[in-house]
């Protein structure tokens, strides 16, 4: 069943970041993601004290599909297919992930001299299995695709490492009648982050790998349930 990559959010979870020259931070953001970034940037007045995760500066592109959000305490870049859209070829988004996260971390940590403690990757993908998302997940978890349910959600969390990196590994699984009018797609939302508990001093190659191998236990992770057998 070929998957589709709707929506990713690259976060880092920052230590330290200069944000006290916010037209800086935009220009250096305009310098380094320019090609991607192609929309004003808008910067929030907002004082010191305000919530860390508010974010201060936001640079989006002009067709709105991607954005890059800085708040003191985190960073984070966002992709969103347009609706019409199916969404990106896995192996294609693969490809682009490793060019875009050489990028931010080059922002980041050469540019911004900026500080980071913890990482996370949430990708939301569709899939449209010939018999429907929802009749899909009533016959493998449900054994029967008669059953009257007309919704169906299933979570699953798995602990494991990246490197020398506790990860937490959420998938969950979407479907209901209301997504008929979409093509009955099974919507699969996978949410890789370092632990909360542990906090690590970032580097680009650490960073590099968490990514690079994230994206492939995201995929490994989503086949095997989606080939579950009663």
């Given at each position: ?10 976060a ?24 991607i ?72 940590f ?45 979570h ?53 790998k ?21």
């Amino acid at each position: 069943m070929p998957l589709f990559v709707k929506s990713a959010q690259i976060a880092y979870f920052l230590g330290s970041i200069d944000l006290s020259d916010r037209l800086k931070v935009a220009e250096l953001i305009k310098k380094e993601l320019g090609d991607i970034l192609d929309g004003t940037p808008t910067i929030l007045p907002i004082p010191d004290d305000a919530p860390l995760e508010i974010p201060r500066v936001i640079f989006p592109s002009k067709n709105n599909e991607f954005v890059c959000n800085v708040a003191v305490n985190r960073f984070d870049f966002i992709q969103k297919v347009p609706d019409e859209k199916n969404g990106i070829e896995f192996k294609l988004f693969k490809e682009e992930l490793s060019k875009r996260v050489t990028k931010l971390n080059k922002l980041l940590f050469e540019e911004l001299k900026a500080t980071g403690n913890r990482l996370g990757l949430i990708l939301n993908y569709n899939a449209i299995p010939k018999e429907g998302g929802l009749n899909f997940l009533k016959k493998i978890y449900l054994g029967s695709s008669k059953d009257i349910s007309t919704e169906l959600q299933l979570h699953k969390l798995t602990q494991g490492t990246i490197g020398d990196m506790k990860i937490n590994n959420w998938i969950r699984l979407v479907a209901s009648n209301k997504q008929l009018a979409a093509g009955d797609r099974l919507v699969v939302i996978s949410d890789i982050n370092t632990s909360q508990s542990e906090k690590y001093a970032l580097t680009k190659d650490t960073t590099e790998k968490f990514f690079a191998d994230a994206v492939e236990v995201s995929l490994k992770s989503i086949e095997e349930m989606l080939s579950q057998e009663n």
